[in-house]
């Protein structure tokens, strides 16, 4: 059957919105040098880079048809929608589609309208590390009427950038040359500016590259302000890796929206923003024009191994009152801090439901039993399965209530079910983790979870009235977060570190969300199971494509972290070795005893000896002393 975008629409909602309809030709850009240091080829939309800025409303459905013209399968995630029971139009590949075949088409459908959402947000690629290489852009989803008063807005976008191929960086990430796991140190960072749909240009009288010469980055980007006015900055980090910490010299900053909730005004001298975060601040301007004021934004560098010496973490660009003026940058400030988000309260309250489960996650990295590091949640990494998870949840009927039919790292959630998700944070850096198709209700943080003081590791406050709610949130080290999730959500949702390199080498579950009543609302479409047939995959059954709750033969499963427990070999190896010392020890115990040869009996064994490796040297065709 084909399905075309008019009947995609009419099944995603039955009341026709307005379509807002766009064209994305996924293409590579050659030489594009957006920090002016080095080109490189990116992946771009439509033969230009960075992808085009998305502005809708409310009331529209979004029909993105994304055609794929780069060498390898690609997908396209809006991240933070919630795409109510049609999870199959989330773009995780392995999880909500296999991914669109080179030649061919998806259409997704974002509907806007009936999810009750606005905001700020964004579309990445979801498909073997292609945003690293480009592919990601600013959304920004307008109500009919905003919460908060401001004159204009704009739409700051951050982002980490490296000069080598994501897939040349991976291969080098992945290898037992790199036993520690030492992340991919970014190039490089951007910062840019969008307003109404469109990237703001560079500033008069600067020479951009060519390529991305259309927009402005870093200090060849400005943004205009006047006198008096108050402006609401959307600040989005797009990175693979880097937060940041963002601020402007002269300026002061009030927090009123985190990842697409309203919040009441809170004043803020500096913005933590971690990977996939999303902030807005009203900004008032100052009443004088005597001069231009810095923007900072600099990378979070103790989240790097090492900091190369040829990297500026710290990038500026400005704001320009009156452009024959000249910047004012103070500088540094004096101490970096991170945004307090449970003490934000969300505008539209919601009452925290009491939970009838926990799951406990707990981030740990290892190098394995095959020599690479990899991340694990519960000792485990994850792996694609050979079925996208959502095929498999509408065609194992019963047994779609099996969690170990999703493979190792699948947790099946009834209908309505809360849930607590403690995430424990082992590992020695911060992580940012989202959970696709939800918004998720922080109760409370640990500094220390294994602490027993309770000024570490306080109890929750399940009498909150109203806690924060986002869709993506950092864990420090050795911190943890209590997320209380409703599955209202029918479908399979992706949970993951939003750190690109932790993704690869294995740190998500996947929530397999009310299957039965997933299975009532199946519509997905048939050009879907077309994209997965072209690509040689299956497109029913378990993980491993078996109509079978346990039967995964054939899935790729580990690397398993490394035994070093006692193990019938190196029991061997020991004795050998004990055994080797205790005889040498013998032997410098009999000699030193006076059982020792003379030394014309040690002349006779030195002779026998030698007319031995004589004998050898004739045998392998070896000179000789002599000869």
């Known amino acids: 059957m084909k399905w075309s975008a008019l009947a995609l629409l009419s099944a995603a909602a039955p009341t026709l919105a307005a379509v807002h309809e766009i064209w994305w030709n996924i293409t590579y850009v050659e030489d594009a040098n957006p920090d002016g240091l080095q080109p490189r080829r990116v992946i771009g939309i439509n033969g230009t880079w960075p992808p085009p800025p998305i502005d809708v409303t409310t009331n529209d459905m979004l029909l993105v048809h ?71 852009a600013p959304v920004v989803i307008h109500p009919e009427k905003e919460v908060h008063s401001y004159d204009e807005e704009f739409t700051v976008v951050l982002g980490d950038w490296y000069h080598d191929q994501h897939a040349d960086l991976l291969k080098q990430f992945i290898s037992i040359a790199n036993p520690g796991g030492a992340e991919p140190v970014p190039d490089s960072a951007l910062i840019y500016f969008a307003q109404n749909g469109t990237y703001l240009g560079p500033k008069a009288g600067t020479s951009p590259d060519p390529v991305t010469g259309a927009v402005g980055f870093n200090e060849n980007a400005t943004l205009p302000f006047q006198p008096g006015k108050t402006y609401r900055l959307r600040i989005v980090n797009t990175s693979a890796f880097a937060a940041f910490f ?79 003026k000249s910047l004012t940058d103070l500088g540094f400030v004096d101490e970096y801090h991170d945004v307090d988000d449970l003490a934000l309260v969300p505008v ?106 309770p000024e570490l590791n306080p109890p929750l406050n399940n009498s909150q009235p109203n806690p924060m709610r986002r869709d993506t949130v950092q864990v420090p080290s050795m911190n943890s977060v209590t997320l209380r999730v409703v599955a209202d959500n029918p479908g399979a949702w992706f949970f993951h570190c939003h750190i690109e390199w932790h993704l690869e080498v294995g740190l998500a579950v996947v929530f397999i969300e009310a299957p039965t009543v997933a299975q009532q609302r199946d519509g997905i479409p048939q050009f879907m ?20 709750a346990t039967d995964l033969s054939g899935l790729a499963v580990g690397p398993f972290p490394q035994n070093n427990g006692w193990h019938a070999r190196g029991i061997g190896a020991m004795f050998g070795c004990v055994l080797t010392a205790t005889i040498g020890m013998a032997s410098v115990t009999w000699y030193t005893l006076g059982g020792h040869i003379s030394e014309e009996e040690m002349e006779h064994e030195a002779r026998e000896e030698q007319d031995a490796k004589d004998r050898r040297g004739r045998f392998f065709g070896l000179l000789k002393r002599g000869s």
């Open 66 to 136: 994304a055609t794929n013209s780069i060498d390898e399968p690609t997908s396209l995630h809006h991240h933070g929608m919630f795409f109510n029971s049609t999870s199959w139009m989330d773009g995780a590949v392995g999880v909500s589609q296999c991914g669109i075949p080179k030649g061919s088409t998806f259409d997704y459908v974002v509907p806007i309208n009936s999810s009750g959402q606005w905001g700020t947000y964004w579309v990445h690629a979801h498909a073997s590390g292609q945003y690293v290489d480009g592919l990601r």
């Open 246 to 324: 963002f601020w402007i010299d002269g300026h002061d900053m009030r927090i009123i929206e985190a990842d697409g909730v309203d919040v009441e005004e809170s004043p803020i001298d500096l913005i933590s923003v971690t990977v996939a975060q999303r902030y807005s601040v009203l900004v008032t301007a100052r009443n004088d024009t005597n001069a231009n004021w810095a923007i900072h934004a600099n990378m979070d560098v103790d989240m790097f191994d090492t900091v190369p010496p040829a990297l500026n973490p710290n990038v500026t660009s400005s704001i320009t009152y009156d452009a024959s």
């Open 529 to 548: 199971f077309d994209q997965c047939e072209a690509l040689g995959k299956p497109v029913s059954g378990n993980a491993a494509g078996h109509a079978s």
């Open 348 to 453: 539209q309250a919601v009452p925290l439901p009491p939970a009838d489960r926990t799951i406990e996650l707990e981030v740990l990295f290892d190098t394995m039993d095959d020599g690479t590091n990899h991340a694990m949640f519960n000792m485990v990494t994850y792996n694609s399965p050979l079925v996208p998870t959502i095929m498999s949840e509408m065609s194992l009927g019963e047994n779609a209530t099996v969690a170990t039919a999703y493979g190792t790292n699948g947790f099946v959630l009834n209908h309505l079910e809360v849930v607590d998700i403690v995430l424990k944070n082992g590992d020695a850096g911060k992580h940012p983790f989202h959970l696709h198709g939800h918004q998720m209700q922080l109760v409370g943080r640990s500094q220390d979870y294994t602490s027993d003081d």
